[in-house]
């Protein structure tokens, strides 16, 4: 029987195609997918590619049930409501040994892609450390957060995991929509800046002190008139060399800088010398998750102290995946559910 498979084939060329609805190998789980979401690695991916994921099947934030278990799975009866992210560490390399399983040699050899689809294969070492049982009170769409909310989780802990003082958010997609969040659940203080009226609307309501529109000039010019002298953390979650640049001249004297958006591959930001030596600035940058990351970013969505639904912009049945992708394209929206079977 045939299910339906979103693929990417090159940059802005999405189809829907008909493809076999894949069989599970030894230590494999196939899940029928009830929720995927959006993200904004998906869509860099789709305007130009991406350095670790290839072009092909597509998505890789989703939740769903046990369709299909391989020979010596355990714990996954068919029918079970699951919740799992895309990749894992392979726990021998030399970066695994180390506990930074985020950056495994291997760990985008065997990635699940494919979550814009009736069905998706887990790889064995997905399963055997990244496929959780889906909580309870959770939904298929909140519980689909797992994957950037563990991202977010991981950029917090290479902070330093602070409780108090000022941090400026710039960027505000759903990664930085969701460091807004959890900013403020910390104990922050937060100014977001954004570009899109949507973002800075969210920010104001996940608790933003004060949001600044980049639209509107020179965002370091704001964030020195409402802080004095800048604040204490920076949390880059834009992607742009321009703000990479600029980032530490937004932070105050010893504060910190977190550099979370990917640039294109051999980018060579310039930062200036004068203000990291003299003003001590960190920076630091965070990238992916490592197990714990993703532990407690389950326990989060769980117990409720992270609510991410209002950053779902719209469901979209997944025949109309490519409309989703034309409206993410031309800056509507922040994060779209795709629900192959309706709503979830
Ligand atoms: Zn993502
Ligand atoms: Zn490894």
């Avoid at 894992?88 to 930074?100: M, V």
């Avoid at 102290?305 to 209002?310: E, F, T, W, Y």
Wanted: aromatic content about 6%; some cysteine; hydrophobic content about 45%.
């Amino acid at each position: 029987m045939p299910m339906r498979q979103a693929i990417l084939r090159g940059p802005r060329a999405l189809d829907l195609v008909e493809a076999p609805v894949p069989t599970p190998g030894p230590g494999e789980v196939v899940v029928r997918i009830r929720a995927a979401l959006t993200c904004g690695t998906d869509l860099k991916t789709y305007r130009r590619g991406h350095p670790r994921l290839a072009f092909g099947p597509f998505g890789h934030e989703g939740t769903g049930e046990v369709a299909a278990v391989g020979e010596g799975v355990e714990g996954f009866p068919t029918g079970q409501p699951v919740v799992f992210v895309p990749t894992a560490g392979c726990g021998t390399c030399a970066a695994c040994r180390r506990g930074l399983d985020n950056v495994c040699e291997t760990q985008f050899d065997e990635i699940a892609l494919g979550c814009y689809g009736d069905f998706l294969r887990l790889p064995a070492r997905v399963v055997r450390r990244h496929l959780f049982p889906k909580p309870d009170g959770l939904t298929f769409v909140d519980a689909a957060f797992l994957e950037p909310l563990a991202c977010v989780v991981r950029g917090w802990h290479r902070l330093g995991a602070p409780t108090s003082g000022v941090a400026a958010v710039v960027g505000l997609g759903p990664i930085g929509l969701l460091f807004v969040a959890e900013a403020r659940r910390r104990g922050l203080e937060v100014i977001a800046v954004g570009r899109r009226a949507q973002g800075l609307a969210l920010a104001a309501a996940f608790g933003a002190r004060d949001v600044v529109s980049a639209a509107d000039g020179d965002p370091g010019a704001a964030l020195r008139r409402l802080t004095g002298a800048g604040a204490d953390l920076v949390i880059e979650c834009t992607g742009s060399a321009e703000v990479w640049r600029a980032a530490p001249s937004w932070a105050a004297p010893g504060g910190r800088v977190l550099l979370f958006g990917g640039l294109p591959g051999g980018s060579q930001p310039a930062f200036d010398a004068t203000r990291l030596h003299y003003g001590e600035i960190d920076l630091v940058s965070a990238f992916h998750y490592r197990t714990p990351d993703v532990v407690e970013a389950l326990s989060l969505l769980a117990s409720g102290a992270v609510r991410p639904g209002p950053l779902v912009t719209d469901r979209r049945p997944l025949d109309g995946i490519r409309q989703v992708f034309e409206d993410l394209d031309r800056g509507a929206g922040v994060k779209f559910a795709v629900l192959p079977e309706g709503e979830a």
